[in-house]
């Protein structure tokens, strides 16, 4: 990925599923933090981001060790900046997180974010 490459910003996350197969920049909340451990004993975490329009379950893999590190950091409440892979698992639309870090504070995020 190149500094200059951009990713369209998800208005609300409730809108994920109109970007299928799509690589996104979402804004959110943490409402829900876990890490678990793939049955290879590879770390993984699951969370659950959410907006003023909703949430939505998301997925760190461990292949990442860099973004597993950072999410070791996440609170719940904490305000993040997400680059993502919209998918569908399960019949349910879910973010596959390739990239996360915390909101700065003076950044500006648009209606219907954090």
Same mark, same amino acid.
């Given at each position: 990925m190149s500094a200059q490459e951009t990713f369209e910003q998800l208005p609300e996350l409730s809108r994920a599923g109109e970007h299928l197969g799509q690589r996104v920049t979402a804004f959110g909340w943490v409402q829900e933090l876990r890490e678990g451990s793939t049955?290879?004993?590879?770390?993984?975490?699951? %969370?659950? %981001?959410?907006?003023?329009g909703g949430a939505i379950a998301c997925k760190i893999w461990g292949d990442n060790m860099r973004l597993i590190e950072n999410a070791r950091g996440l609170e719940r409440g904490m305000a993040v900046k997400a680059l993502a892979d919209v998918r569908e698992y399960r019949g349910a639309v879910q973010l596959t997180i390739a990239g996360l870090r915390e909101v700065e504070q003076d950044e500006e995020i648009g209606r219907g974010h954090v």
């Open positions: 049955k290879d004993g590879r770390p993984y975490f699951d %969370l659950r %981001l959410a907006d003023v």
